[in-house]
């Protein structure tokens, strides 16, 4: 049976693709090697019936492929004694009972257990908070709602406080720019308001929403990560928000996001309006993107401040939505110029140990500095 719906739109598709790639950097980080954990459970609350119209697998046949492609193949460690739980839900009934019959097609071994619901969100997330919430689980939680209403402070509070538990969502960010100031919008996102709205590119909402409003639900002393995919389509902006209590798990969807817009890594259009994004301009100056340009000055006022390491810059990059590569690239640059000093000074020129193994052992292998007079 197949009553669907409508054929994915490309902006729809470039979703679902980050979905993918995330959840294929996502799997190998719990189900290579040791694992701390026994559960490894990846929940899908909007799920939709499985397919669109033209057969295209929607997130839950997607999770499953990724999850079929990992434990077939033969070259890729595989933990032992690990639980695999996936968790897919619609509210409404015929999706859910094609999404059903679409998973029984797909002959899913022993390997992992899936349950499929038919609930509203508040009800299916309130009944599985407690397992995702369990200290000995790791989670991939995937959100894909329709518009802006169901991520609000107590289900972003509720699973940032959760270990181990990366969440992607997705948030129809011009819904909140074109209602701002009205009780539909206070009601869901208390605290923005018209005046911040108005004052802002209509291009920038969805990052706003990322940075200004969910951010800002984070204490001050809590280590967690954010970071924001924007996608247009027509006049309209909307995208993902990724968030994780872990620098690697950022890293990981960093990488999705840059493979997917090498410009500037967070958008299906040209987000900063750079002018030469397209064609490339006679002057190589006027080639190099704002935002990498005004992450290579924050990045040496950062180092400037002093006693900069390895591991500071790893989390400097990350936190600002720019990769270890991107770093590798501008201290070369700027080491052949004479203006970055790696210390201590015997260091191979071109090794900046920017990375994750050093981060987490805490492997301090140099400290930078700039040059007097460096810009
Ligand atoms: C954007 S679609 C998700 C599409 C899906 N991720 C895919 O890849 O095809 C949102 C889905 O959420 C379902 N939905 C809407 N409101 C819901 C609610 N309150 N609780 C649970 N599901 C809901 C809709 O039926 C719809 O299938």
């Known amino acids: 049976m197949r009553i669907n719906w409508n054929a994915y739109d490309r902006e729809t598709k470039l979703k679902l693709e980050i979905f993918r790639g995330y959840i294929r950097e996502w799997l190998p980080v719990f189900l290579a090697g040791r694992s701390s954990f026994k559960t490894v459970a990846l929940y899908d609350f909007f799920a939709g019936p499985g397919r ?58 022993n390997f992992f257990n899936v349950e499929v619901d038919n609930k509203d969100f508040t009800a299916a997330f309130n009944e599985k908070f407690n397992l995702i919430a369990a200290a000995n689980t790791a989670n ?74 969910y951010r800002k639900l984070v204490s001050a002393s809590k280590e967690y990560y954010l970071a924001p995919f924007s996608i247009k389509k027509d006049s ?29 890594g967070e958008a299906n259009y040209n987000i900063d309006r750079d002018p030469f994004r397209k064609e490339l301009s006679i002057f190589p100056e006027d080639n190099i993107m704002k935002k990498c340009d005004e992450f290579e000055k924050k990045l040496i006022a950062e180092i400037k401040k002093g006693g900069k390491t390895n591991n500071d810059i ?28 790696v210390f201590p000074e015997t260091t191979r020129p071109g090794a900046f140990y920017i990375n994750w193994n050093n981060y987490k052992t805490g492997t301090v292998k140099v400290e930078f500095a700039i040059r007097n007079g460096g810009v």
């Open 314 to 341: 790893y989390k400097y990059c990350l936190e600002n939505g720019f990769l270890p590569t991107h770093v590798n690239n501008i201290f070369k640059k700027l080491q052949k110029e004479g203006i970055l000093k």
């Open 52 to 109: 669109d119209v033209e057969g295209e697998k929607g997130s839950p046949l997607i999770i499953i492929d990724e999850l079929k492609a990992y434990l077939s193949n033969p070259k890729t460690p595989k933990v032992q004694g690990v639980e695999i739980r996936l968790y897919f839900n619609d509210d409404k009934r015929a999706k859910y009972l094609e999404l059903k019959e679409a998973i029984e097609e797909e002959n899913i071994s």
């Open 140 to 213: 991939l939680v995937i959100l894909d709602q329709s518009g802006i209403k169901h991520i609000t402070q107590d289900v972003f509070k509720k699973l940032m406080g959760c270990k181990a538990t990366d969440i992607l969502f997705f948030i129809s960010s011009s819904t909140v720019k074109r209602f701002a100031g009205e009780d539909c919008i206070d009601q869901y996102f208390p605290g923005i308001t018209k005046e911040q709205i108005d004052g802002l590119d209509a291009d920038h909402i969805h990052r706003f929403v990322c940075k200004e409003y």
């Open 236 to 264: 309209n902006v909307y995208g993902l928000i990724f968030g994780s209590g872990s620098l690697y798990g950022l890293e990981k969807f960093l990488n999705v996001c840059w493979k997917l817009d090498p410009k500037t």
